[in-house]
Nanobody
Framework: QLQLVESGGGLVQPGGSLRLSCAAS????????IGWFRQAPGKEREGVSC????????NYANSVKDRFTISRDSAKNTVYLQMNSLKPDDTAFYFC?????????????????WGQGTQVTVSS
């Protein structure tokens, strides 16, 4: 059974950092494009970052560029999202998703497999 499990969310003060993890089971993440998405109450789901399948190319939403970093650990079959300089606007439920393709996309539509998500709250 293909499964994605996110972890690492929580409450952090503005300017702080969190690292989200997306652990896969039932398939090898290396062959999949992986995206991180977020959804705040009353808002549409938006793409945050993605990493290309079979390679290291990445893409970021303008709102998180230079603050967030996506990476892949093949040995652990896990993708990470390092989030620095967090702002209250980053507060949302964060999801990771996978698609059996090399193309990295910030549009949620092409993704096939989704995790359950993890809450990130940035507040003082």
């Amino acid at each position: 059974q293909l499964q994605l499990v996110e972890s690492g969310g929580g409450l952090v003060q503005p300017g702080g950092s969190l690292r989200l993890s997306c652990a896969a089971s039932g398939f090898t993440l290396d062959y999949y494009a992986i995206g991180w998405f977020r959804q705040a109450p009353g808002k549409e789901r938006e793409g945050v970052s993605c990493i290309r399948g079979g390679g290291g190319s990445t893409n970021y939403a303008n709102s998180v560029k230079d603050r967030f970093t996506i990476s892949r650990d093949s040995a652990k079959n896990t993708v990470y999202l390092q989030m620095n300089s967090l702002k209250p606007d980053d507060t949302a439920f964060y999801f990771c998703a996978a698609r059996r393709d090399t193309i990295c996309a910030l549009n949620p539509s092409p993704y096939t497999y989704w995790g359950q998500g993890t809450q990130v709250t940035v507040s003082s």
